[in-house]
Every structure is written in structure tokens, then in C-alpha cells.
């Protein structure tokens, strides 16, 4: 962050001359592209102004463009608008030398910005494209897109049916929908003990009852599924079978055979979620695959090209169809077709072949060196994965664990908001690989994460 702080002469309100001198120095190069500016309580203090006043420069100095705010961090200069951008900064903003391995992002890396930047400039050359953008499109995408985003699935190894194919906001839009076709409120559906929240979020938020299948290293206990089933069947399975989230256990393939009889068995939906991608190689058999008829395959660019696009698909028989497309439209009418376009270009751009191929890479040799550095401690993953899964020694809190990491300057996740039911949560802390900015930013959390379990706990005790 740059110590900038302007001279001011008299005349003229005060807020318009900051904003003239910031446009000024970073004309100069006094600022550089990219560099943030001080906070506006720390300048207004510096220059002997209200607050209020520095905000109204920045905004002045924003509308004219040569600064851009970003939610939770602060005041940028301006990258130029010829420059491809060399910094990617991946999910939610965090305060300067704090390292966040709490969300599953995937790793920064140029060719993001790069890519959609292409995109978007090819769409805004073309006047066709253009106005399709403008209009009202059919709710699951148009047959067009539909086919190009299925034909780049199919080279991934993932379901490439364009007639089954309804194109979503994200992921997390398409557990929405299936919840919302397959159940009504009251009716039971159920997911692993410890799964994605945003799937137990939309389950509430659906009035829907939850149950917690049991689990352990080869995934979801399908013995206790079928206990489950003899007493009260759930109308909708929901798991992640190729990477649990977040202990990132793989359910075995006799597993998934038998899950699949029993979901005949007792007419039960499947929702499969494979946003986590992992290499085809890496995968087991789809449930879409083993039981077709009765399965919902989620996938999303999110964790492949980019968060923001909010671009994926959901694939499901042919009977539910319709209904999917009602409820999409009743819910949001269409996917942006703007960004749908932006999506379909940049998935047929080759580069984001080298940029899947560079994650790969990339997610395996993190993967390699968190496993070594924290073997001590029974670090747990799964081939391909970018969770890491730490059960805590004995005597040790989650809870305790994250404060301490982050007073350190590095944020993980707990296993509470996994939980399904009213189980206890184990003691144990979930990392993702891929936010750090670089191999030198992970090995640096990985030893905050050394130097807080080599220590003896903290006391919880406090004076009352």
C-alpha cells in the first residue's frame, strides 16, 4: 500500500482537488498501476479532512476511471485498459499478508483474466452476438449453447448430452433446482455426514428434512443408507462421490454399484456433484452413468475457468425436463446470456486447455508438498485433490486451532458448517490449495500450520 498523500493548494472543494491530484500523480507515475491507495480514515487524517470528504474523492476519482474499489480490500490504481492483467486475485478480498485456504477456489493464474478477456472482446467485435446478448433466450440456454458447452464437457469425460442439459448459474444454483423439482417441503433427503454447505443451505432453505448418511475413508456408508431406507426411504440423495467436500474421501466403486441398486430399490432421486473437478483419471464411475434415470449431474466452470462466470450445467432425464425449466424460470428466468456467450468462447479458446493442464500440475505438486510438510500431523487427500483434510491431535479444538492460525495471518475452515444433523463435529481443519497466490505463499502457511500444532494447546479457561 502506497504512502501517497497529496499537497493541496486553496480553491476549489476539497474532494475535487484530491481526486485532481490523485489523477495527476498517477499520470506522473507517482502511482502505479495496481498500487492501493492508503485508507480513507488514514488520508483524511493525514490531510486534516473529514472522512466523508476522502470517500467523495475516491468516487470522483473512480468515476473519471483511473481508480477501481474492490469490496473488503480497498482503492486500486487502475490497470490500463490494453494491459492483460497479471494479477488474479481469487475469491473473497482479505486483508493484506493474511493467506485464506478456507474457500475452494482454484489457483490463480494470468490466462483467467486473460481468458475472459478474449471472450469478451470477441463478443463486443461481433454485432450477432451482441444482440443475442440483449434478448430473452430459453430457459435451460439456447440448443446452439447448449451443444458447444456439451461437446467441451464431453472432452473433460463428463456427461455431454445437449438434450439433457440445462445450463445454470453456478453450481450452487443447480442444487437449488434439483431440490426444488425433486421435493417437497417436509420430505426427507440426505447427504453425507460431513458434505458441502451450500447443499444443506438450500435444503433448509426448501423446508426440506435432513438426514446424515455415516461415513469413512472409502465415502458415504451405504450399509447405513440401506438402514435408513427400511425405516423412512429419502426422497433425494445428494453427494459429491468423486471428492468428498471437505474430507475428500472417493466412494468406492462396489459402492457406487450398490448405491445405485438401492436408489432403484426405493425410488430414490441422486443428486451428483462434480464442481470439484478432478482429472478423468482420478474419477470413478458417474452415478449418471450407473443409474441415468434417476440422476442429476451438477458441474460448473467454477473451480475449471472462473468463480465469477456463475456459468454451469445440469444434466437430468428427459421426464424432468420440463419441470426444471419452470422452475429455472420461476426462479430467475434464464442464465445471463451474456455470460453464457462469454462462457461457450472461452471453454473453445485453446488456452484454457493449457490452463486446465497447468492446474493439474500445478494442484498435484501443492497437494505433494502439504502432505510431506504436515505427514506428521496424519494429513489426509485425495488423489487430485486441493483439500486437505487435518484431523487435529488429541486434546486439540478446531475452534481453537483457527483462531490461532488466524492471528497468524492464515484462515481455514472448521468442520461445523459440513455437518449434517445434530452430530458432533470432529476436531479437525479443512485447507485449500489452491488461494495461495504461489508455491512460496503455501509453504508459508503450511508452517504456520507446523508452528500452532507443534504447540501445546491454549487454555480455554478464563476468569468469570
Not at 492501493?36 to 468516487?59: E, F, N, S
Not at 450398490?258 to 482420478?282: C, F, G, K, T
Request: charged share 25%.
Amino acid at each position: 500500500m502506497t504512502i501517497w498523500t497529496p499537497d493541496l493548494p486553496e480553491g476549489g472543494p476539497r474532494y475535487r482537488r484530491i481526486a485532481e491530484h490523485m489523477a495527476e500523480a498517477i499520470r506522473r507515475g507517482e502511482l502505479a498501476p495496481g498500487e492501493k491507495l492508503p485508507p480513507q480514515r488514514q488520508l483524511a487524517d493525514r490531510l486534516g479532512v473529514t472522512v466523508g470528504t476522502i470517500t467523495r474523492a475516491y468516487t470522483e476519482a473512480q468515476r473519471q476511471g483511473w481508480v477501481e474499489s474492490r469490496v473488503g480490500s480497498g482503492t486500486y490504481v487502475r490497470l490500463p485498459e490494453d494491459e492483460d492483467a497479471t494479477v488474479f486475485r481469487a475469491g473473497v478480498p482479505v486483508e493484506d499478508g493474511v493467506i485464506d485456504m478456507s474457500m475452494a477456489l482454484p489457483p490463480p493464474h494470468p490466462l483467467r483474466p486473460q481468458g475472459l478477456q478474449r471472450a469478451l472482446r470477441t463478443i463486443a467485435e461481433s454485432p450477432l452476438a451482441l444482440q443475442a446478448a440483449t434478448d430473452y433466450q430459453p430457459e435451460a440456454g439456447t440448443p446452439a449453447q447448449r451443444a458447444r458447452i456439451a461437446a467441451w464437457q464431453g472432452e473433460l469425460g463428463l456427461p455431454d448430452d445437449p438434450d439433457r442439459l440445462l445450463i445454470t448459474q453456478g453450481g450452487q444454483h443447480g442444487i437449488h433446482l434439483a431440490l426444488r423439482t425433486l421435493a417437497q417441503p417436509g420430505e426427507l433427503v440426505a447427504g453425507d455426514a460431513l458434505t458441502y454447505p451450500g447443499f444443506i443451505c438450500a435444503a433448509q432453505q426448501a423446508h426440506l428434512r435432513l438426514a446424515a448418511v455415516p461415513m469413512d475413508e472409502a465415502g458415504l456408508d451405504v450399509d447405513a443408507l440401506a438402514r435408513l431406507c427400511a425405516r423412512h426411504p429419502p426422497r433425494v440423495l445428494y453427494l459429491t462421490p468423486d471428492l468428498n467436500n471437505p474430507t475428500g474421501a472417493r466412494l468406492s466403486e462396489a459402492r457406487r454399484e450398490r448405491l445405485a441398486a438401492l436408489a432403484r430399490e426405493h425410488d430414490i432421486w441422486l443428486v451428483e456433484d462434480a464442481v470439484q473437478y478432478l482429472p478423468r483419471e482420478r474419477r470413478g464411475t458417474p452415478l449418471v452413468e450407473l443409474a441415468p434415470e434417476r440422476t442429476l449431474h451438477l458441474f460448473s466452470t467454477s473451480k475449471v475457468l472462473a468463480g465469477g462466470l456463475r456459468i454451469g450445467t445440469l444434466t437430468a432425464p428427459e421426464r424432468l425436463q420440463e419441470r426444471l425449466c419452470s422452475a429455472l424460470r420461476s426462479q430467475s428466468w434464464m442464465a445471463p446470456p451474456l455470460m453464457v456467450e462469454a462462457a461457450c468462447r472461452w471453454m473453445e479458446d485453446p488456452a484454457s486447455r493449457e490452463l486446465l493442464a497447468w492446474q493439474v500440475e500445478e494442484i498435484a505438486a501443492r497437494r505433494a508438498r502439504a502432505l510431506e510438510r504436515l505427514a506428521a500431523f496424519g494429513a489426509q487427500s485425495g488423489e487430485g485433490s486441493s483439500l486437505i483434510w487435518l484431523p487435529l491431535p488429541a486434546g486439540r479444538r478446531s475452534s481453537e486451532v483457527q483462531a490461532l492460525l488466524a492471528r497468524r495471518g492464515l484462515k481455514v475452515s472448521t468442520p461445523e458448517p459440513f455437518c449434517v444433523g445434530s452430530e458432533p463435529a470432529p476436531q479437525a481443519i479443512r485447507l485449500c490449495l489452491g488461494p495461495p497466490e504461489d508455491r512460496e505463499a503455501l509453504e508459508r502457511a503450511l508452517a504456520i500450520v507446523d508452528e500452532v500444532l507443534s504447540e501445546p494447546p491454549s487454555s480455554p479457561w478464563q476468569t468469570l
